[in-house]
């Protein structure tokens, strides 16, 4: 799909500079890892597994603080987490609504941390953000942080986000080119030596807009989580990651077989337009030190899988094309995860080894427990992953 442009578009002007055009840019240095390693924060209830087994993860910022600061220890090159605005009550059961925003989380994090990037998803077609907001509020922390802050555009896909800010869903195809009008004017704000103006079809105007001080780096680094055919066209021209699922559902065996060829489509929808992205995706890594271990522990979460939050889920519509290929019937689903990474440390690795083989180019990882599990991964998963050639 083609973004399409209204009239007065600033589309034609010079390619905006990125932080991969500067060697020393905090995202330069990750890329020269051979698989880029993140953390899926839990800042929501629940976390990312729909059970009611006990555990540590928790949705308040001292327990994501120290996760991050934590997986900063270990190498960790980014932490990023979810946006959502749902009614009283959230989904049900586990996923009970209660949610830090991400962007203020991760603006908090900006002065506890030192090297690792920190990426606020956003959606920037909801209630009052502006251009000029999000390229002052960006330019900001990317001073504040050197560099290593970064927006995950989002658009949006449940109806009832939309109607909280007071207007029906947008079409699906139209949000991606709002938001490209969108990103296009925060970006010549961020790169512009002079005020500018700009009318188009959003319902926002600019007159006479600056911004400084400029971002260090070109401008913040830009991601995008998506997998329809106009969100890989927008992530394509704009991003510096792509954040991907699996198309053909969380079962490891058959997300091997279609993430290549989904993988290859991301990557030349840039190429189309002279750029080149790297994709992200999101194993929820269920590993203890043998195998029967790991799956024991996947089939206790099992058992006590929450029934309620999958009702809610199924009842809050969404138009959502990434995850079309999710089996509602799968019996491992309430574990969470784009993919589910089961097993012995060596199994763990070895699956990863096939995902960075099928063209993923990075690793965003969630945990049933984080806070002991984050532990184990790095005491015995990451060195495997040095060994095998996927981190340095």
Same mark, same amino acid.
């Given at each position: 799909?083609?973004?399409q442009?209204?009239?007065?578009s600033?589309?034609g002007?010079p390619?905006?500079?990125?932080?991969t055009?500067?060697?020393?840019?905090p *995202? #330069? %240095?990750? @890329?020269?890892?051979?698989?880029?390693? /993140?953390? !899926?924060l839990?800042?929501?209830?629940?976390?990312?597994?729909?059970?009611?087994?006990?555990?540590?993860t928790d949705w308040?910022?001292?327990?994501?603080k120290?996760?991050t600061?934590?997986?900063e220890e270990?190498?960790?090159?980014?932490?990023f987490a *979810? #946006? %959502?605005w @749902?009614?009283?009550?959230?989904?049900g /059961?586990? !996923?009970?609504?209660?949610?830090?925003?991400?962007?203020?989380?991760?603006?908090?994090?900006?002065?506890?941390?030192k090297?690792?990037?920190?990426?606020?998803?956003m959606h920037v077609l909801?209630?009052?953000w502006?251009?000029?907001?999000?390229a002052k509020f960006?330019?900001? @922390?990317?001073?504040?942080?050197?560099?290593r802050?970064?927006i995950?555009?989002?658009?949006?896909?449940?109806?009832v986000?939309h109607?909280?800010?007071?207007?029906?869903?947008?079409e699906h195809?139209?949000?991606?080119?709002?938001?490209?009008?969108?990103?296009?004017?925060v970006?010549?704000?961020w790169?512009d030596?002079?005020n500018?103006?700009?009318?188009?079809?959003?319902?926002?105007?600019?007159?006479?807009g600056?911004?400084?001080?400029?971002p260090?780096f070109g401008?913040?680094?830009l991601?995008?989580?998506?997998?329809?055919?106009a969100?890989?066209a927008f992530?394509?021209?704009?991003?510096d990651?792509?954040?991907?699922?699996?198309?053909?559902?969380?079962?490891?065996?058959?997300?091997?077989?279609?993430?290549?060829?989904?993988?290859?489509?991301?990557?030349?929808?840039a190429?189309?337009?002279?750029?080149?992205?790297?994709?992200l995706?999101?194993?929820?890594?269920i590993?203890?030190?043998?195998?029967?271990?790991?799956?024991?522990l996947?089939?206790?979460?099992?058992?006590?899988a929450?029934?309620?939050?999958?009702?809610g889920?199924q009842?809050?519509?969404s138009?959502?094309?990434?995850?079309?290929?999710r089996?509602?019937?799968?019996?491992?689903r309430?574990?969470?995860?784009n993919?589910?990474v089961i097993?012995?440390?060596?199994?763990?690795?070895?699956?990863?080894v096939?995902?960075?083989?099928a063209?993923v180019?990075?690793l965003?990882?969630s945990?049933f427990?984080?806070?002991?599990?984050?532990?184990?991964?790095?005491?015995?998963?990451?060195?495997l992953m040095?060994?095998?050639?996927?981190r340095?």
């Open positions: 799909m083609s973004i442009h209204p009239p007065g600033i589309v002007l390619k905006f500079a990125a932080p055009d500067f060697p020393d840019s *995202l #330069s %240095q990750a @890329l020269k890892q051979p698989v880029l390693l /993140g953390l !899926f839990p800042i929501q209830a629940g976390g990312w597994t729909q059970s009611t087994l006990e555990r540590s308040r910022f001292d327990y994501n120290a996760l600061l934590r997986a270990l190498g960790f090159d980014l932490v *979810l #946006s %959502q @749902l009614p009283k009550g959230g989904y /059961g586990v !996923f009970d609504g209660h949610a830090l925003d991400s962007f203020v989380s991760t603006a908090a994090l900006a002065g506890l941390t090297k690792i990037m920190l990426i606020s998803t909801y209630g009052p502006h251009p000029l907001h999000l960006g330019a900001t @922390l990317d001073h504040i942080t050197g560099g802050w970064g995950n555009v989002v658009t949006g896909h449940r109806a986000e109607e909280m800010f007071g207007w029906p869903r947008i195809d139209k949000r991606y080119e709002l938001a490209a009008e969108f990103l296009e004017v970006q010549r704000l790169s030596s002079e500018f103006s700009f009318e188009g079809e959003s319902s926002w105007k600019l007159g006479g600056f911004v400084t001080p400029k260090n401008r913040p680094i991601v995008n989580a998506t997998g329809s055919d969100g890989i992530a394509g021209r704009y991003s990651i792509v954040f991907i699922t699996s198309p053909t559902g969380a079962d490891i065996d058959s997300a091997l077989e279609s993430l290549p060829a989904h993988t290859k489509r991301v990557k030349d929808a190429i189309g337009v002279g750029r080149t992205v790297r994709t995706l999101n194993p929820m890594v590993c203890r030190p043998t195998e029967k271990e790991a799956w024991e996947a089939d206790r979460i099992v058992a006590h929450d029934q309620r939050s999958p009702q889920f009842s809050l519509n138009d959502a094309q990434a995850w079309k290929g089996d509602p019937q799968d019996p491992y309430a574990i969470g995860g993919i589910r097993g012995s440390p060596e199994q763990v690795v070895d699956q990863f096939k995902l960075k083989e063209g180019d990075g965003q990882l945990f427990d984080f806070r002991d599990d984050l532990e184990f991964f790095g005491s015995d998963v990451l060195p040095k060994q095998a050639g996927l340095h």
